[in-house]
């Protein structure tokens, strides 16, 4: 199975919609991030959390909110969707690992398009 | 605000060179990189990190840091048709700065 799962793993929504992207991880990890990747701008940190008491904007927050509901799990919300939200979204999370550095893993991403 | 740039690419070599991803990067201070690649539709995968200056190597991958000169790059040797991807530089400060990654195509 999988250690970082996203679901929905595509979605298609109208603009002015609310969604929610979920993420779970089976890692244990404490740390979890949203990224959104567009094409030839790579991946822009949206929001993270160190624990479950803590959540903290990233680069590009505004249109979007977060939930970290458990250890595991991270939501992702667009409150009301635009066009321009149009991107694939990854979940990560991470952990001091490598010699003391903290190592991220990525979710499969999830693909959405705001019609 | 932290910026890493790199290449965007493609990046054409040969099966069985060497291919030599380049990244630089804006903030002085920093001291750790990572390097990840990126399948077509997939998610990045860590391929290494390094955040000491001087060569870094793991099997075919060899990470090269100079603070000097604000320079990260990733030398691939006998580059394979299985390494064509997307690049992915990151700056490791307070949180990961990606770059916008660099397309590799290895030609069989």
């Known amino acids: 199975d999988a250690d970082v799962t996203q679901t929905p793993r595509n979605r298609i929504t109208k603009t002015g919609k609310r969604i929610m992207l979920e993420c779970s991880q089976t890692?244990?990890?404490?740390?979890m991030y949203w990224y959104r990747q567009d094409p030839g701008l790579g991946l822009r940190l949206i929001y993270y959390s160190f624990d479950v008491k803590d959540i903290n904007k990233g680069e590009i927050s505004d249109g979007y909110s977060v939930s970290r509901q458990a250890q595991a799990k991270f939501s992702l919300s667009l409150e009301s969707a635009i066009p321009n939200q149009t991107a694939l979204y990854f979940c990560?999370?991470?952990?001091?690992?490598?010699?003391?550095?903290?190592?991220?893993?990525f979710g499969p991403g999830t693909r959405l398009l705001v019609l | 605000q932290k910026e890493v740039e790199q290449n965007s690419g493609p990046l054409s070599v040969p099966e069985g060179a060497i291919a030599s991803l380049n990244c630089t990067y804006s903030d002085r201070g920093s001291q750790s990189f990572f390097w990840y690649r990126q399948y077509s539709g997939k998610s990045p995968e860590l391929i290494m990190f390094i955040y000491s200056n001087g060569d870094k190597e793991d099997g075919r991958f060899t990470a090269q840091l100079n603070k000097a000169s604000q320079y990260v790059s990733l030398l691939i040797r006998d580059s394979q048709p299985s390494d064509s991807a997307t690049y992915l530089c990151a700056d490791y400060g307070q949180n990961f700065v990606f770059g916008p990654g660099t397309r590799l195509s290895v030609l069989p």
């Open positions: 990560a999370t991470s952990d001091l690992g490598l010699a003391g550095l903290e190592t991220q893993y």
């Open positions: 890692k244990g990890h404490d740390r």
